[in-house]
């Protein structure tokens, strides 16, 4: 395992189940560089297993891809979208985010003549709900990580 994975053991100490997984690198202050897109963190299979199992609404990240890049292989992706869990890359400044008391809300851009760019399901209706019933609560993961 590479130095740029984060495993699962950096979520186990935040309870994830109902909530946005914010994971807070701080890979983008390479944002708008060409160092942007090689060598950034990602979380690994065995951690979208964990975040799975645990319940999570979303997850996120400040970085390139929520997948390496480097094999090819997308099974972070794979395995939260299966479970219809959205996915939010090319986060930047969660660093400024409060401790509590925000919402997130992230919507898919619009794209045309894009065959493949799955069109995702609507969420924000149940996220919203979560929000309304005390989820915005946030802990920083053992990883440096948040969670919303």
Not at 84 to 103: A, K, M
Not at 123 to 142: E, H, P, T
Request: aromatic share 8%.
């Amino acid at each position: 395992m590479t130095r740029r994975a984060i495993d699962w053991h950096h979520f186990a100490a935040a309870n994830v189940s109902g909530r946005a997984v914010l994971i807070q690198t701080g890979w983008d202050h390479n944002w708008a560089s060409d160092a942007y897109f090689e060598g950034h963190p990602f979380p690994t299979a065995k951690a979208a297993e964990y975040l799975r199992d645990q319940g999570a609404l979303l997850v996120g990240i400040d970085s390139l891809n929520i997948d390496d890049t480097g094999d090819g292989e997308r099974p972070v992706h794979s395995i939260l979208l299966a479970a219809g869990i959205p996915i939010v890359e090319h986060l930047t400044r969660l660093d400024t985010l409060p401790v509590s008391g925000f919402r997130f809300t992230a919507a898919p851009p619009k794209y045309t003549r894009h065959g493949n760019i799955p069109r995702p399901r609507p969420r924000l209706a149940r996220l919203r709900r979560q929000y309304d019933r005390g989820w915005r609560s946030r802990r920083r993961c053992a990883s440096g990580g948040h969670v919303a």
